[in-house]
Nanobody, 115 residues
Framework: QVQLVESGGGLVQPGGSLRLSCAASGFTFGNYVMRWYRQAPGKERELVAVISGFGTTNYGDSVKGRFTISRDNAKNTVSLQMNSLKPEDTAVYYC?????????WGKGTLVTVSP
């Protein structure tokens, strides 16, 4: 049974930090590209960050220099360190695992950035 379970969301003030984690199970984690997406109310889902099985990373323009994606293939986890948070980072953040045509999604964790 495939599972992706996000955690670490919450309420944070502008300029603050949060660390999201995604625990994966039910598939060979190291063979999958892992991504974090987000979706703000009334907006389309947006790619935040991606990391290959080998650790190559890429980021959406809006988070470059503030967010860092990492993975631990031994623990089957992927994380997203978010610094210098802004109100516009408020969204539900989703973990995604992809290999070819196979695509798995978590249920999301809410991040709210507000004074």
């Amino acid at each position: 049974q495939v599972q992706l379970v996000e955690s670490g969301g919450g309420l944070v003030q502008p300029g603050g930090s949060l660390r999201l984690s995604c625990a994966a199970s039910g598939f060979t984690f190291g063979n999958y590209v892992m991504r974090w997406y987000r979706q703000a109310p009334g907006k389309e889902r947006e790619l935040v960050a991606v990391i290959s099985g080998f650790g190559t990373t890429n980021y959406g323009d809006s988070v470059k220099g503030r967010f860092t994606i990492s993975r631990d293939n031994a623990k089957n986890t992927v994380s997203l360190q978010m610094n210098s948070l802004k109100p516009e980072d408020t969204a539900v953040y989703y973990c995604n695992a992809q290999r070819g045509a196979i695509d798995y999604w978590g249920k999301g964790t809410l991040v709210t950035v507000s004074p």
